[in-house]
């Protein structure tokens, strides 16, 4: 293999990555794990990379900086002259008062890209508001439409606004923003807002919404358990499958499995059939384990799959063929994704354990 080949398709590509929580350091954990080289800037004394999310420091190098020393400054803006990316969560004008804002340095390295990761954007009302990911899924409108009918919504943990609305799409800048940099020979500042990204996530949903086919009634609509072929069910073991009979093909090999005659239940579209559907369904998936249901099921075009935990999921054969989790550092981890046929990533380095001189970076 060629060097390039072993290094990833980011090889080359030097990131800057402040120290911060979140979507940030998730997103230089992408870069990294695509080939970039990524430094992660922390505050003297942070301990943040030392707690239970570690592990996302993989394949970086750590130097710590003190804001309020010039010289530290100094040395992070000479650093920055030799990047190509700087990701930054603070609050918006934070970066400015500490001598780091994007004027001062695209002025310095014209090619840097300047990427930002925030909650509500640079501008608004709310920019200078605290929040968290439920906070911001929860102004979009995307956290209304999540839990069942005549329940109160549910906090899909935090993969919607962090991680889905926040850090994919500050990738997804900033590999765009590089890719135009080959064109113009100049970089740009980024603003990656997560209201931004959850509500481009939400794009189907809220086109159905404003044709008036998407119910702002929960549980009521295609994709959000209204239907009792797209929903989960308790098995006799008290464990879970997860149902997505949607296209009649599907729907029809469901019923097959659970030896239901189509004619004696209601119509898989009918709205007011689905709480009929929904006791059948409910009954036929109690009288099995969820193993004897995966045996039955296994090789067959229903869409049902059990409901794994992440311990069970690191066992699955399916994931286990390709390689979807790695060990690495003494834990089983995501292996880098998406994959390449022709520069695919190494396996990551496990997170760094020491710091490296900020000075002797990239020397």
Excluded at 2 to 21: D, H, M, N
Excluded at 44 to 60: E, I, K, Y
Excluded at 63 to 77: G, S, Y
Aim: aromatic share 6%.
């Amino acid at each position: 293999m060629t060097l390039s080949a072993v290094q990833g398709p980011l090889a080359g590509i030097r990131v800057v990555e402040i120290a911060s929580i979140g979507p940030g350091p998730h997103a230089g954990m992408l870069l990294a794990d695509l080939g970039a080289d990524v430094v992660r800037v922390q505050r003297r004394g942070d301990r943040s990379g030392l707690g239970p999310m570690r592990a996302q420091l993989r394949g970086r190098t750590l130097v710590e900086a003190d804001f309020k020393n010039p010289q530290d400054v100094a040395d992070v803006l000479d650093l920055l002259d030799r990047a190509d990316v700087l990701i930054e969560g603070f609050r918006p004008g934070v970066a400015e008062r500490l001598g780091l804002g994007p004027e001062l340095v695209t002025d310095r390295n014209p090619r840097l890209v300047y990427g930002r990761m925030t909650g509500w954007g640079q501008q608004g009302p709310r920019a200078q508001q605290a929040g968290h990911d439920i906070n911001y899924i929860g102004l979009t409108g995307v956290l209304n439409g999540i839990g069942r009918k005549g329940e109160r919504p549910v906090p899909p943990i935090n993969l919607l606004g962090d991680y889905g609305g926040g850090s994919v799409f500050l990738v997804v800048g900033i590999l765009s923003a590089l890719l135009e940099r080959q064109r113009s020979g100049r970089g740009q500042v980024v603003d990656a807002a997560m209201v931004d990204g959850v509500l481009a996530l939400a794009h189907s949903i809220w086109s159905l919404h404003q044709g008036g086919h998407w119910s702002e009634e929960r549980g009521a609509n295609l994709l959000d358990t209204g239907m009792a072929w797209y929903d989960t069910y308790r098995t006799a073991d008290d464990r879970h499958l997860a149902v997505g009979a949607f296209e009649p093909q599907f729907y029809a090999e469901l019923l097959r499995v659970l030896e239901l005659d189509p004619e004696s239940l209601p119509p898989q579209m009918d709205p007011d059939g689905q709480e009929e559907l929904r006791k059948v369904f409910t009954e036929k998936f109690a009288s099995r384990t969820q193993a004897q249901w995966c045996e039955l099921f296994d090789g067959v075009d229903a869409c049902v799959t059990p409901v794994r935990t992440f311990t069970e999921a690191a066992a699955d054969p399916h994931l286990a063929a390709r390689g979807t989790l790695v060990d690495l550092d003494g834990m089983r981890q995501p292996a880098p994704a998406p994959r390449f046929s022709r520069t695919p990533p190494p396996v990551p380095a496990p997170a760094p354990t020491a710091m490296t001189a900020l000075g002797e970076v990239w020397r």
